[in-house]
C-alpha cells in the first residue's frame, strides 16, 4: 500500500538557516505529493504540491521537487524565519486512494 | 470564505462514555473526510463521505466508531464506547470533489482526552 516516511523531529535551526526535511514515499501508480503545515493552534494547511516526476512545487519560499527515480519530496527552504515554526507533513494518493500522511516533522526557528 | 468548522474544540471523558464531534464543511464541497491524529502521528483517516455516501470507511471501528452526513452537508462522529487509546485530535476536512489533486481544506479539530 501507499506509505510516507519523513525525517524525525524536532528540528531546531536559528533564523536565516537552510532547512531540509527528508521524505520518501511507496506508491502504486503515479501519486501526487504533498506538503502540508500545521502552525501552532491552527488546522492543517497545503503548502505545496507536485503532481508527476520532475514537477516542483513551491510556496512561502518553500520548494519540493519530485523525484520518481529516488522516490523522494523532500522540502527545503534557503533562509527560515521564526514564524515557520510548524509541524510539516508529507503526504501522498494515487488513484482514488485517500491522501496517506507522514507522522510529520516539527521546525522550531530561534532568533 | 469561511474555513472548516468543528466543534467542540476540546473534549474529555472517562473510558467507556460516549462523545460525539461536529462538523461544517467548505459551503459547496462535495467531499468530506474525519481523521485521527494520534499525538506524535500523523493523521490517518477514518472515514471518506461524496455527498451523503459513504466513499471509504475501511478504516473506521465500527464496533465503537459511528458517523453520519445527513443531507450531504454537516457531519458528526461518534464513539461510543471510549476506550483509552481513542484520546486523539479528530480532523475534519472537506474539498471540492475526490480525486489526486484536490486540495483538502481542514478544521482546527477537537483534541479528546478519554481518561
Known amino acids: 500500500g501507499n506509505s510516507v516516511t519523513q525525517m524525525e523531529g524536532p528540528v531546531t535551526l536559528s533564523e536565516e538557516a537552510f532547512l531540509t526535511i527528508n521524505c520518501t514515499y511507496t506508491a502504486t501508480g503515479y501519486p501526487s505529493l504533498f506538503w502540508y503545515v500545521q502552525y501552532p493552534g491552527e488546522g492543517l494547511q497545503l503548502l505545496l504540491k507536485?503532481?508527476?516526476?520532475?514537477d516542483k512545487g513551491s510556496n512561502k519560499g518553500f520548494e519540493a521537487t519530485y523525484r520518481k527515480e529516488t522516490t523522494s519530496f523532500h522540502l527545503e527552504k534557503g533562509s527560515v524565519q521564526v514564524s515557520d515554526s510548524a509541524v510539516y507533513f508529507c503526504?501522498?494518493?494515487?488513484?482514488?486512494?485517500?491522501?496517506?500522511f507522514g507522522k510529520g516533522t516539527r521546525l522550531s526557528v530561534i532568533a | 470564505e469561511a474555513g472548516v468548522a468543528q466543534s467542540p474544540r476540546y473534549k474529555i471523558i472517562e473510558k467507556r462514555q460516549s462523545v460525539a464531534f461536529w462538523c461544517n464543511p467548505i459551503?459547496?464541497?462535495?467531499?468530506l473526510y474525519w481523521y485521527q491524529q494520534i499525538l506524535g502521528q500523523g493523521p490517518k483517516l477514518l472515514i471518506q463521505f461524496q455527498n451523503n455516501g459513504v466513499v471509504d470507511d475501511s478504516q473506521l471501528p465500527k464496533d465503537r466508531f459511528s458517523a453520519e452526513r445527513l443531507k450531504g452537508v454537516d457531519s458528526t462522529l461518534k464513539i461510543q464506547p471510549a476506550k483509552l487509546e481513542d484520546s486523539a485530535v479528530y480532523l475534519c476536512a472537506s474539498s471540492q470533489n475526490t480525486g489526486n489533486n484536490e486540495k483538502l481544506f481542514f478544521g482546527s479539530g477537537t483534541q479528546l482526552s478519554v481518561l
Open positions: 459551503s459547496g464541497h462535495a467531499t
Open positions: 507536485a503532481t508527476k516526476a520532475d
Open positions: 503526504a501522498l494518493n494515487s488513484g482514488n486512494t485517500p491522501l496517506v
